[in-house]
């Protein structure tokens, strides 16, 4: 019986995953810094004829747009010593579809983290609500297990095919072919080498890790004490 309650908090704790995810994501992407690092060491001035400082201007433009602070991705850069407008219409239009996924995901990710305030201040309420604060901490684990098994899987089919994931992906999330760009008219492709990613890829997975990891510690202590507790009566 106390394991079909908990799993009724299952998922309250995967949008409180959700939350901690994105949070990990704004704080890797709004760092005009690293761009501005990376395609130095790309020396794109020589790569793509635009300098290091328009790529990033470019770049959190489009990270702006997504966030909701610009109206447009739109804006002026020099390429090859002419001043050019920096995405065509494809660009454009493209997105606006990533713009209203990014919007949604960051909309549920408040409410994950709204979730997460409310769970915490379950668990802490053990002295009170002792069956409450048990179903929460089982309910944690049982999330943190299902989000697990759901990563590894998907991190195998990556490994395997990265090509056929990554296409697939954009298939599950987009209704049009927007996405499919020409290295040769598109220049947000040539901003957005494989190479950039490695890093945004290193430092959210430690973000995540760390938010995830503290939740997992202040459920487990808390458990702990409980076992305390009830030993002692």
Not at 7 to 36: C, D, E, H, K, Q
Request: charged share 15%; glycine share 12%.
């Amino acid at each position: 019986m106390d394991k079909a309650k908990a799993l009724l908090v299952v998922p309250l704790w995967l949008l409180a995953i959700l939350g901690l995810l994105m949070g990990a994501l704004r704080l890797t992407i709004n760092r005009p810094g690293y761009f501005s690092n990376i395609y130095e060491e790309m020396d794109t001035q020589s790569l793509i004829g635009i300098s290091p400082a328009d790529c990033t201007d470019a770049m959190m433009a489009m990270i702006g747009y997504m966030e909701g602070s610009r109206d447009s991705i739109q804006l002026t850069v020099t390429e090859y010593g002419q001043q050019v407008q920096m995405f065509n219409q494809q660009e454009i239009d493209h997105m606006v579809d990533v713009r209203a996924l990014y919007q949604a995901f960051r909309t549920l990710g408040n409410v994950g983290l709204a979730c997460l305030g409310l769970l915490l201040i379950g668990l802490a309420a053990w002295g009170r609500w002792p069956g409450l604060s048990r179903q929460i901490r089982r309910g944690w684990w049982l999330a943190l297990g299902i989000f697990v098994g759901v990563l590894a899987v998907l991190g195998v089919y990556a490994a395997v095919d990265f090509s056929d994931f990554w296409t697939r992906f954009h298939y599950v999330f987009f209704t049009n072919d927007l996405w499919l760009m020409d290295y040769a008219t598109c220049r947000m492709i040539r901003i957005c080498p494989l190479g950039l990613f490695s890093g945004i890829i290193a430092a959210f997975t430690g973000l995540s890790l760390l938010g995830i990891g503290g939740v997992s510690l202040a459920v487990g202590a808390i458990g702990r004490r409980a076992g305390k507790e009830g030993a002692g009566r």
